[in-house]
């Protein structure tokens, strides 16, 4: 039987198929994004019981792969913000990473980010076992310039804010006893910033983490580093760190030159 | 601090950075493949121990993970190929999954795969800990016919075969006292059915998975399933079979029609 | 003054540039169809003077253009389909001009039928000088499938046979007094084959190319041919024929096996 | 016989075929150059007996070519060098022309451009008849900055430069007896700057449009033109200016401003 298939191998003439693989290349001396999200995270959270409308264990798990990311894919990763259940990450404008083809980029970054998040799991939801796979879409967009990439993470930031806003009043609704579907109707179309303060809700005392995201970059400076608990192991990332500031306004690039700012 | 955060929010124009998004999709009508590939795993594979030429743990649970990937992605997902770190998934012709966007499909199918193998590794490497977060990286390939789809196969399975031939002489040169360098070098060009001969080595009773690759599809004759241990837990993917097969010859399809003639 | 230019060019690195040049190639193994259209063609068949709702010798001219293509891109090139002023280009699937790259192949079609249009202008429209510069734009589209080109052009007859009656109507209640704009208005959603019988026009005995297009191929089975006017002088395309047919049923395949069957 | 033809009509379903079009939209805020090169000119130019190395008729047609694309896409390109039988259009960065759409852009000044080329041909080839039809095939390439674009201008008349001082030598030799063979042999790696002072070419006195190629631009300054000989009956682009000058420099751009350091 054996034979019969070593035989056939000797004729088999299957090489041209290569001819089909096309890995487009991402254009040269553009500012790559790598962004990443949750596949069904919505279905995902309540699984695992997420506390809403922000869970702490939760940000500081995808925080910490964004930081392994950083430290795997150095020195082309830079720059990564995060929010929710999404990460973006900036690869430096010269990056030659895998000639830049897209495909390997997005395939690379999404699954060592996902091995990440299965693998350190247990040390942030420690009374939780995973009940079924977390897994990630991503995708890569180019920038010319690096204005439009500074406005690519101002989008991101002012979403963060909006759907923060959002999910606070939405949650209190429900937790005041109205149903999802009452609380939905209820925010159609609303000033948030009014109903935020109609429902009483103190916006600026929540953690800065839930209204402004997390931004993870190399800490270049040499200053003191508080390490984060779960950090201390990870000896590829040891410099990196995470902060949750306003990279909206000019003073981000002023206070890090060299990460928005170098090639 | 934080009012000069929300006032700029309102001043930030930044939704057209939505227009550089990109994702081409792939040609309708054509049969997609994602192959995805270990990202590292010669190092990998020592660091972890890996029995070597072929290490039956680690294969298999490659396969348990191409078996999720079929539950998870069905109706889509309709065959997968497998061979040491790789594995190739057969879209059906007619898939309009996340209507065919190619960086969507190979991050989603990547993600999963890399989220279950992380979570089952201890149920195939039971004395074993993961010392760092495996990943594997993908591309998709579209290619236009049912014949040309097949040819792909082949050369999958002839790579294996060629593979495997070359690794059963070179470990067994290396377990005789050559240096890898020396095994290497013994084997350049060399004619391995000759080879294996002089080594002493009865190639046609090693393991036929080690030979053939593993092939994973839907049980749809209804036929008597004998479960792999490990796989039972899996409710999603209770008919996916795996087989050890020869896939060049026109036996497969006659024996299974549907898996690739259908739509 | 030139020295100091001459001085500058040794110092000039600008090769680099040529890395962001990019033409993907199509798909191997695909049927490639390049469709043109006429630009701005509604203003420039007004400033010469077509007869509406068709005018023969722009047609004929149109068909000579494509003979012209058949000719210069033997043997790619195997059929064209042409109906007003678009025309449409099969190139055989096994095809590789200019490596099949996207661009190339478009630009080159376009140009060379514009060349031709242009230089025999004069052949067909006698007394007429040509005002203003006609050109065409064009793009490439993959087909996987024999069964799917074919649909491709059925569509286009379908359109050409709707458009001819439609056109028919506007152009007779034009001729009857009404401005365009009442016609267009009478015409909206009405059932054009009981509109052709109330204007009492005899639809049928209008010529067949304006109710069918011409077809353009080469005459293999070497009957004899009625060389149309303003062909003879043209070597390169002798055994080209234009034919007015039914290119929707499966008479054409069958009688003309090898145009759309062979590799 | 027509009547089967109507029926089929109403039972096909083909406008599916439509989801095949594809034309990927270059980056938008970046610097799209089209450039054009004749379709196998070498021939073109001995069957039209072209002046060796350069023919003022020819370069001069082409410049008023480029000035008509000028004209007609205005204000869409805002810049074009030509050299040769290639020429390069600069689109503002800003350009939403046909919505950025590959294809199109690029058939459609190819297209135009032949067009020209065969209208106007015997304004400048008085005494001699076009022998076949002149075509063009043309790319798109997309530039994420300024400076690059800049540089990509450079590196056309680097090479224009180049190719004309090799050319330069090449037909002296040819003048002075060689054969091709001989002569391409003789300059096989030659420093050329030297072979042009042993064959005692006066390299500075050749005219500036050949050693520098042509600029062609919008005369913004409102500053007096002497018109080319036939130009002057062409409105759309009056005001198109054709200069042969050092665009390597920073000159060029300081005297120029508007033109590539506008949006």
Known sequence: ??????????????????CFEFDPKLMPFT???????????????????????????ALKLMNFCAMAVLGEFQPDVVFAYGV??????????STNLYQRKASKIVSAIVSFFTSVYVMKWRDFF????????????????CYPSREILCDYLSWRQVDCHINNQYN????????????????????????LQKRLEELEIDYN???????????????????????????????????????HCDIIGPRFRLEHPGILDGK
Chains 1, 2, 3, 4 share one sequence.
């Not at 034979?3 to 041209?16: Q, R």
């Not at 929710?84 to 404008?93: C, G, L, N, T, V």
């Not at 580093?225 to 990870?234: D, I, R, Y």
């Open 1 to 18: 039987e054996l034979g019969g298939f070593v035989e056939e191998i000797d004729n088999v003439k299957s090489e041209y198929v290569k």
């Open 31 to 57: 500012w790559i994004v790598v962004r990443i999200d949750g596949c069904h995270f919505h279905k995902f959270s309540e699984t695992h019981e997420f506390v809403k409308p922000n869970d702490e264990r």
């Open 84 to 93: 929710s259940d999404e990460y973006s990450f900036i690869f430096k404008q």
């Open 126 to 141: 420690r009374e939780k076992e995973l009940k079924h796979p977390p897994s990630f879409d991503g995708r890569a967009v």
């Open 168 to 191: 606070s009043c939405f949650w209190k609704l429900v937790s005041l006893g109205k149903s999802k579907k009452e609380a939905q109707n209820s925010l159609k179309g609303a000033q």
């Open 205 to 243: 005392s929540l953690p800065v983490m839930f209204r402004q995201g997390s931004s993870v970059f190399w800490n270049k400076e040499g200053k003191f580093l508080k390490h984060q608990e779960n950090e201390e192991s990870c000896e590829s990332h040891r410099n990196v760190i995470v902060e």
